[in-house]
């Protein structure tokens, strides 16, 4: 099969690009290595920076974030027997950062993506990256169910995150253009 733009990893970073190219009418595949449940209930990051959930609204995926997240406007360091607040709307001009579990943000992004036709490829297995140096550069992959497939794309984009199996070979958060 052809696409516009191979993405590798559902991660936030995988997922957000999709979304992005979507609203701006170019299509993508995205494949992950891992199932839907695993990356929906993977603990990490729980602070989103005001540019983070600017994004994630501006793309349609903010309303459980404002919902359900806790705005968190300030810290209070303690030094030298003084308590000092860091206000951060007051510091920013008004910003702010939201505790939202990334987990949270992960279910949001994919249901999003699935709700809109997006082709999200869980489970796959041994990504490799041919031609990347020809105008026709291609993914290889095993699907969930153990069959090699391949798609033909215009780019590649690895988001496969600092946890990313082969980095020499994917070379994480590259992109790489047909024809250059
Ligand atoms: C403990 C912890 C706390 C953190 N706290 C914060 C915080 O509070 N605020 C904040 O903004 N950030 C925080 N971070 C950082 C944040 O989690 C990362 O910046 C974010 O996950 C990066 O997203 P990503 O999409 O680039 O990569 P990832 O989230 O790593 O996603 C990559 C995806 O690619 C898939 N993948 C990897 N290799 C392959 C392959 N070969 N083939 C197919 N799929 C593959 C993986 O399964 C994964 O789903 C924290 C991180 C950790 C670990």
Same mark, same amino acid.
């Given at each position: ?47 989103? !920076?005001?540019?983070? +959930?600017? &994004? ?7 309303? /459980? $974030? *404002? ?55 869980? !489970?796959?297995?041994? +990504?490799? &990256? ?7 550069? /291609? $993914? *290889? ?40």
């Amino acid at each position: 099969m052809r696409t516009q733009v191979g993405i590798i990893g559902a991660g936030p970073a995988g997922l957000l690009l999709s979304q992005l190219l979507h609203l701006a009418g170019i299509e993508s595949v995205v494949l992950e290595s891992r199932s839907r449940d695993a990356i929906e209930a993977t603990i990490r990051a729980g602070i989103l !920076e005001h540019g983070t +959930v600017d &994004l994630m609204e501006r793309i349609g995926a903010g309303e /459980r $974030l *404002k919902r359900e997240g806790f705005r968190h406007d300030g810290i209070h360091l303690r030094f030298d027997g003084r308590t000092r607040r860091i206000d951060f709307p007051e510091l920013t001009g008004g910003k702010s950062v939201y505790l939202y579990p990334q987990h949270e943000v992960i279910k949001d992004l994919v249901a999003l993506r699935l709700r809109l036709g997006g082709d999200i490829r869980f !489970e796959v297995k041994n +990504v490799t &990256l041919h031609d990347l140096d020809t105008t026709a550069p /291609r $993914l *290889k992959y095993a699907n969930s169910q153990g069959a090699v497939e391949e798609i033909h794309c215009d780019y590649i984009v690895g988001c496969d995150g600092t946890h990313g199996g082969d980095r020499g070979e994917l070379k994480s958060k590259l992109v790489y253009r047909r024809g250059i």
